[in-house]
Every structure is written in C-alpha cells, then in structure tokens.
C-alpha cells in the first residue's frame, strides 16, 4: 500500500491548513490510519489516529487539529487550525490493515507515506 500525503505548505502563525492522505491504487478505508510528524532534530511523535472505535488526538493538540476520514474518497484528512512556529515539522501519514492497538507507537503501522512539509513563519 503506498500512502500519498499533500496539503502540506508555508503558512502565517495563527492560519489553517488541511492535509490529505489517499492510498495509491488501493482502497485503506477500513485501516487504522495516523498522522505522525516530525521536526528538524526531533524524534517522530504521534499527532492524531482514527480507527473504527474513534479518534485520538495527541494531548498538546487537543482543539487544534482534528482527523477525519472519507470512506467514498479514499481519504483521509487533518485540519489543522492556529498554527505555531513549533508546528513546523513533516506530517507523515501512517495506516494498518490490522487492528492497532496502541494507536500512539510508529511500530504499530506498517505503511507510510513519504510526507508534506508544513512550516509556520511570519
């Protein structure tokens, strides 16, 4: 499964942007999907997941950023509002054929996409 992300871009502190994960040639809509993201000189850490029990954001995004999914496109979506500097970062898309059961650890996805940038300066 190859998973494409896009969306990604420059923005102002304070602006929204929307990412967007599809699955090249296959449909993942019953997968456990993620977005992870990871800054310059940082570990990869886990933004928000989606699963057939619900969604789980990361606690310091919480009101801000939101995944979504649509099941007719193949899509999966992070809207992403009052974006920081600290923001700044490669968003990652991640997806499972399988049940996740920590939908937290990178270890748990067995597919990812290559990532879109997203900076946030003035």
């Known amino acids: 499964v190859q998973l494409v992300e896009s969306g990604g871009g420059l923005v102002q502190p304070g602006a929204s942007l929307r990412l967007s994960c599809t699955a090249s040639g296959r449909t993942f809509s019953s997968y456990d999907t993620a977005w992870f993201r990871q800054a310059p000189g940082k570990e990869r850490e886990f933004v928000a997941a989606i699963t057939w029990f619900g969604t789980t954001n990361a606690d310091s995004l919480k009101g801000r950023f939101t995944i979504s999914r649509d099941r007719g496109k193949n899509m999966v979506y992070l809207q992403m509002n009052s974006l920081k500097p600290e923001d700044t970062a490669v968003y990652y898309c991640?997806?499972?054929?399988?049940?996740?059961?920590?939908?937290?650890?990178?270890?748990?996805?067995?597919?990812w996409g290559q990532g879109t940038q997203v900076t946030v300066s003035s």
């Open positions: 991640a997806a499972n054929s399988a049940v996740v059961r920590n939908v937290r650890l990178r270890a748990e996805y067995s597919y």
